[in-house]
């Protein structure tokens, strides 16, 4: 499985962004895909989860992002509200039977 995630970029607070990831290759058994991130200096943290039907956000998020899995391949993580504190390089995931595959990341900076 390979991923490819898009849409980062700079914007000032209170704005938004949408984040996509394409997985190709062994698509369609995948479980579960995912939204990570890294800010500077900081260890690697969850933001948001799709596993069926299920649905899971980070606290610091809830309420302004959104995570939709349109199909089989695409993963999309609407951000609305950012604030400086979102700034990270933002990776997508995906849960292959006990296998996970990550993508190369995107950056997403907040600042005025």
């Known amino acids: 499985v390979q991923l490819q995630a898009s849409g980062g970029g700079l914007v000032q607070p209170g704005e938004s962004l949408r984040l996509s990831c394409v997985a190709s290759?062994?698509?369609?058994?995948?479980?579960?895909m995912g939204w990570y991130r890294r800010a500077p200096g900081k260890e690697r943290e969850l933001v948001a989860l799709?596993?069926?039907?299920?649905r899971r956000y980070a606290d610091s998020v809830k309420g302004r992002f959104t995570i939709s899995r349109d199909s089989k391949s695409t993963l999309t993580l609407q951000m609305n509200s950012l604030k400086p504190e979102d700034t990270a390089v933002y990776y997508c995931?995906?849960?292959?039977?006990?296998?996970?595959?990550w993508g190369q990341g995107t950056q997403v900076t907040v600042s005025s």
């Open positions: 995931n995906a849960v292959r039977n006990t296998q996970i595959y």
């Open positions: 799709s596993t069926g039907s299920i």
């Open positions: 290759g062994r698509v369609f058994d995948i479980n579960g």
